[in-house]
């Protein structure tokens, strides 16, 4: 179903949080393998009235926010967001 041609795309929110972590690297290896792997589940999935599935991917003390629209062959990495303990 994907090709080679898929992207992934960052929203601004997204590289600037990843930009001001510290210890990044459980996330950027999540970002990686989802590039080469579209098709990676997250934790949750939150649908919307429109019937978009939202990814929600718990890694460490962050959740990214995220969504695969197949048919741009995109995957779009919306937010990042820290959790509270």
């Given at each position: 179903?994907?090709?080679?041609?898929?992207?992934?795309?960052?929203?601004?929110?997204?590289?600037?949080?990843?930009?001001?972590?510290?210890?990044?690297?459980?996330?950027?290896?999540?970002?990686?393998a989802l590039s080469a792997d579209?098709?990676?589940?997250?934790?949750?999935?939150?649908?919307?009235?429109?019937?978009?599935?939202?990814?929600?991917?718990?890694?460490?003390?962050h959740a990214l926010f995220y969504f695969?629209?197949?048919?741009?062959?995109?995957?779009?990495?919306?937010?990042?967001?820290?959790?509270?303990?």
């Amino acid at each position: 179903m994907f090709s080679h041609k898929h992207t992934t795309l960052l929203h601004t929110e997204v590289s600037l949080a990843l930009f001001q972590l510290a210890n990044k690297k459980h996330l950027i290896e999540f970002i990686k393998a989802l590039s080469a792997d579209p098709t990676l589940q997250g934790d949750d999935v939150q649908v919307d009235p429109r019937g978009r599935e939202y990814h929600i991917k718990v890694l460490g003390r962050h959740a990214l926010f995220y969504f695969v629209d197949p048919y741009a062959q995109q995957t779009r990495l919306l937010t990042l967001e820290r959790l509270e303990n």
